[in-house]
């Protein structure tokens, strides 16, 4: 269960992907892959929901965080993203951002994206890309279009 921080970051995380995207559809706790039961914390779908997906999970801590990129690996989807409240590394975390190993999966291209949350002096929160994602092999246009025509948009800027 989500705690307070990680429901509150789903929206700077969504803003964060929104200043990278082209008219993005994001959506929060979507089912994803659709009929999967699975669900994504955010999901933004570019170019009016028919382009590439970007699927982010987010959570508090640097390590947790870290902790579901096998998971997500497995998801579909050509671009993954982890988020997380920065400044909240111990060294394990710390060390495996540096290396990066962790956010690549074997025999494949593609790199799970970092996305850093932070705490502004007025107690609001923001979020910046410390890791850049790499697209994952594999078309995945069909599954988004669909997604985006069965499901309405938490935020959603064209059609």
Same mark, same amino acid.
């Given at each position: 269960m989500p705690n307070a921080i990680e +429901? %509150? !970051?789903r929206e /700077? =995380? !969504?803003?964060c992907l929104i200043r990278k995207l082209i008219v993005p559809r994001i959506y929060?706790?979507?089912e994803w /892959? +659709? $009929?999967s039961g699975a669900t994504v914390d955010v999901l933004a779908i570019d170019r009016d929901g028919s382009g590439? !997906?970007?699927?982010? =999970?987010?959570r508090e801590r640097a390590g947790d965080a870290l902790a579901t990129v096998p998971d997500l690996l497995g998801q579909p989807g050509p671009f993954r993203w982890i988020a997380f409240m920065r400044g909240t590394e111990d060294d394990a975390a $710390?060390? !495996?951002l540096v290396a990066q190993e962790v956010l690549y999966a %074997?025999?494949?291209a593609g790199r799970v994206g970092v996305i850093e949350v932070v705490t502004m002096e007025s107690g609001t929160l923001g979020a910046n890309i410390r890791i850049s994602a790499e697209r994952f092999p594999g078309a995945f246009y069909d599954v988004a279009t669909a997604f985006s025509g069965s499901h309405k948009a938490d935020i959603q800027f064209g059609g």
């Amino acid at each position: 269960m989500p705690n307070a921080i990680e +429901l %509150r !970051a789903r929206e /700077p =995380v !969504a803003s964060c992907l929104i200043r990278k995207l082209i008219v993005p559809r994001i959506y929060f706790e979507a089912e994803w /892959p +659709l $009929g999967s039961g699975a669900t994504v914390d955010v999901l933004a779908i570019d170019r009016d929901g028919s382009g590439d !997906a970007h699927v982010v =999970v987010v959570r508090e801590r640097a390590g947790d965080a870290l902790a579901t990129v096998p998971d997500l690996l497995g998801q579909p989807g050509p671009f993954r993203w982890i988020a997380f409240m920065r400044g909240t590394e111990d060294d394990a975390a $710390g060390q !495996a951002l540096v290396a990066q190993e962790v956010l690549y999966a %074997r025999g494949t291209a593609g790199r799970v994206g970092v996305i850093e949350v932070v705490t502004m002096e007025s107690g609001t929160l923001g979020a910046n890309i410390r890791i850049s994602a790499e697209r994952f092999p594999g078309a995945f246009y069909d599954v988004a279009t669909a997604f985006s025509g069965s499901h309405k948009a938490d935020i959603q800027f064209g059609g």
